[in-house]
């Protein structure tokens, strides 16, 4: 329980991390203010403060149901608007650099939906609070204060120009990738922030697609991961069921492939993977928008806790603290576990002495930690990855032997139902990334029932009519090679 309240509590940005913290400060501030450069649409309609919004996402099972708790009723008010609730592995086509994944039953979950009515579902609930106030089309332009306390921000009216100061005893910067928190921190007199950059140079190509009647209810969603045995540039693919009866696509890679450029290019670059059912599906869907692209996906951490002493009045989470690549679809999980540490740590009273604020920063990048890792460590294998980073348990290691056991982890995870579960229970963040190397994994690994090896993407009969595709164009799986860790799914 609070014990004492803060005054005033600002949040820079109402994208999912933003809003989700505005709605936990409420419970612990008189009020609160959130800042948004956006008008915020009153429907699920795409806006450019969230580029990444045209993409395929998935919020895994950890993240809906932590935003559940938050806000009761979400995933109901999300199903209702035609997301789609997918059973992992069970309602997951995937073929993995170890080959296709059986489709055992589901022991998680993860939510499908488009990215704007995800953020619209969210956002109608978590701001509706009385203390809670929104500036629209207002921009955060710089920190008031000093290096041993932030008092509160700088924003501009974006149609006036007109520039305020706002006063505030907390200010949490939530404004993602874009972030300006290093200039800022520099402006004050903190010293520079240490920075970890992964970054495998991941480019995202997406169209939506009229799917075929009952293609989003009665149909898996599909992924195609890179084999990254060939050491080779990866490239992917993902179709997921949506709201609306539309199917949307993705297609990726890391730097050196080529992506898509032109809608030409999507279904050749879809029927190159490393199986062509992408392409098959897609052959007679209608298009329903151009084709999207996207290149803001390298894994990058600061690390506000290794500074000697941070700001009081000042928090930073979501993408501005860590941004992953996406493939993975950890990043709305991600801010809503800063959400769920804020509360608890604020739960514990109003940060009001020095180094208050240090603290709940720590606890926040603990929080990420795990999707950080899963993700890095794998990013960090692709041939061309520029690295920049410090994390022991990235740089230093043998990456040979890492490449070994992720190869492991992978074959065990889509032919032994044991080893399965734990992977997914980890990949949907539901499970500690040291599960992996827990005796209850290893056993699992070596004396769990091994499956056969699947030759074909494993769609049921009943599937295939649904979609109007005979079994026979189902071509055989290119050899399946290694893959270094969890089939990406994002
Ligand atoms: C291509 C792509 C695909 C992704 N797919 C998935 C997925 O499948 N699953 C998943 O969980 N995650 C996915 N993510 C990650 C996910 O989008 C983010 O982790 C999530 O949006 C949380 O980010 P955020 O709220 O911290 O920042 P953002 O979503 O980037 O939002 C920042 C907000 O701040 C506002 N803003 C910026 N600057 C200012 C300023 N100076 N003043 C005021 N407002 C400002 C912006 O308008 C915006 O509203 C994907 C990301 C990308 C790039």
Not at 469 to 480: H, I, W, Y
Request: hydrophobic share 40%; net charge negative; proline share 7%.
């Amino acid at each position: 329980m609070t014990t004492t309240r803060l005054a005033h509590a600002v949040v820079l940005g109402a994208s999912m991390a933003g809003t989700l913290a505005a709605h936990v400060l409420a419970r612990h501030a008189e009020t609160v203010t959130v800042v948004e450069r956006d008008e915020l649409p009153e429907e699920a309609r795409h806006r450019k403060g969230v580029p990444q919004g045209r993409h395929a996402h998935l919020l895994w099972s950890n993240g809906a149901r932590l935003i559940e708790d938050l806000l009761p009723g979400t995933t109901d008010r999300l199903l209702a608007a035609g997301a789609r609730r997918l059973g992992f592995p069970e309602d997951l086509v995937t073929l993995t650099g170890q080959g296709w994944q059986h489709r055992f039953p589901a022991t998680q979950f993860a939510l499908l939906a488009s990215r704007p009515l995800l953020d619209l579902t969210v956002r109608q609930e978590a701001l509706t609070r009385r203390n809670i106030t929104v500036l629209q089309r207002t921009e955060a332009v710089d920190l008031t204060g000093d290096a041993g306390r932030v008092t509160g921000v700088v924003v501009r009216d974006i149609d006036s120009g007109r520039r305020t100061a706002l006063e505030a005893d907390l200010v949490i910067d939530a404004t993602g990738r874009g972030s300006r928190l290093k200039q800022w921190l520099a402006a004050l007199g903190v010293p520079a922030l240490e920075e970890d950059v992964v970054d495998a140079g991941v480019a995202y190509a997406t169209r939506f697609f009229q799917a075929p009647p009952g293609a989003t209810t009665r149909f898996p969603a599909v992924n195609i991961a890179a084999d990254d045995n060939v050491r080779e540039p990866g490239r992917f693919g993902v179709v997921y069921p949506i709201e609306g009866g539309r199917w949307i696509v993705t297609l990726s890679c890391t730097r050196g492939a080529r992506l898509p450029s032109t809608e030409e290019e999507f279904l050749p670059f879809a029927r190159d993977l490393r199986h062509p059912v992408i392409a098959d599906l897609l052959r007679d869907a209608e298009p329903l928008t151009p084709l999207y692209g996207s290149r803001s996906a390298a894994n990058r951490r600061l690390y506000p806790e290794r500074l000697d002493r941070w700001p009081d009045g000042l928090l930073v989470l979501g993408d501005s603290l860590t941004a992953f690549n996406p493939i993975y679809g950890h990043g709305m999980s991600s801010a809503a576990r800063c959400a769920v540490t804020l509360d608890r740590e604020l739960g514990q009273g109003a940060p009001s002495g020095p180094g208050d604020g240090h603290r709940i920063q720590k606890a926040i990048g603990a929080a990420v930690d795990d999707p950080w890792i899963l993700a890095a460590s794998k990013d960090i294998d692709y041939v061309n990855c520029r690295v920049d980073a410090t994390d022991p348990r990235l740089v230093g290691v043998d990456t040979e032997q890492r490449l070994r056991f992720a190869d492991a982890i992978t074959a065990a995870s889509i032919r032994v139902p044991e080893a399965s579960e734990i992977v997914t229970d980890v990949m949907s963040l539901n499970a500690p990334q040291s599960e992996l190397g827990s005796n209850r994994f290893l056993l699992a690994m070596r004396t769990g029932e091994r499956r056969p090896e699947l030759t074909a993407p494993p769609f049921s009969a009943e599937e295939l009519a649904v979609v109007g595709l005979d079994a026979s164009v189902l071509t055989p799986a290119a050899a399946g090679s290694a893959a270094a860790g969890p089939a990406p799914v994002g």
